[in-house]
Structures are given as structure tokens and as C-alpha cells.
């Protein structure tokens, strides 16, 4: 079982549904999220994250919006990890004053 996991901007989008790929409840998702925003917030967290720019999700061949890639930490799913990615995403936004 490999020690990484990949997360796609799509799992944090607003407005795609989650046959499209989102991830998280409408609720918890942000617009116009890039995976250079996610790898930053990761590393925020305390977590290894390195953005893989030339990669496209599956459902979204047409688009090359990148992916980051996160090293596992043990103890902690995959959907707490974006859970707490997009609350952090949430926190910058509202201090930059854009959501």
C-alpha cells in the first residue's frame, strides 16, 4: 500500500457534484481552488505535499488543473486530511478577504 495519497482540486470544488468528483459536503467547499493552494495549506498543516502540475483528474480529462501529492500520515484518513485542508483554505481565504 503506497505511503501517499493524491488530492485533486475537484474534491474541494464548489459547484461540481459529487458524481463529478467533489469530496466533501457543498457546505465545506471553496471556488476555485488550485492544487498550488492545497499543497500550501498541507504543508500548513504539517503535512508533505508537493504539487504535480502536468496531471489532469479522471473526470475532468479535458483539464490539467494539477494534483498534489501528500504523504500519509499515520492515524489519518484521506477525508479527515481534506476536511481540515478546506477548513485552512477557509481560514486564508477569509484573512485575505476572499472566499
Known amino acids: 500500500m503506497p505511503d501517499y495519497f493524491y488530492v485533486y482540486p475537484a474534491y474541494l470544488a464548489k ?8 469530496r ?11 492544487a498550488e493552494e492545497i499543497a500550501a495549506a498541507a504543508k500548513r498543516l504539517g ?3 508537493e504539487v504535480e502540475a502536468d496531471k489532469h483528474y479522471p473526470r475532468q480529462a479535458h483539464r490539467f488543473g494539477g ?13 479527515a486530511f481534506l476536511r ?5 483554505l477557509g481560514r486564508q ?3 485575505a478577504g476572499k472566499r
Not at 466533501?24 to 488550485?34: H, K, R
Not at 498534489?68 to 484518513?77: A, H, L
Open 67 to 79: 494534483r498534489v501529492k501528500v504523504t500519509k500520515r499515520s492515524g489519518s484518513t484521506k477525508t
Open 84 to 88: 481540515a485542508v478546506a477548513a485552512e
Open 47 to 49: 503535512a508533505k505535499a
Open 15 to 22: 459547484g461540481l457534484t459529487r458524481e463529478e468528483g467533489r
Open 24 to 34: 466533501l459536503p457543498e457546505s465545506a467547499t471553496l471556488t476555485d481552488v488550485t
Open 93 to 95: 481565504r477569509a484573512v
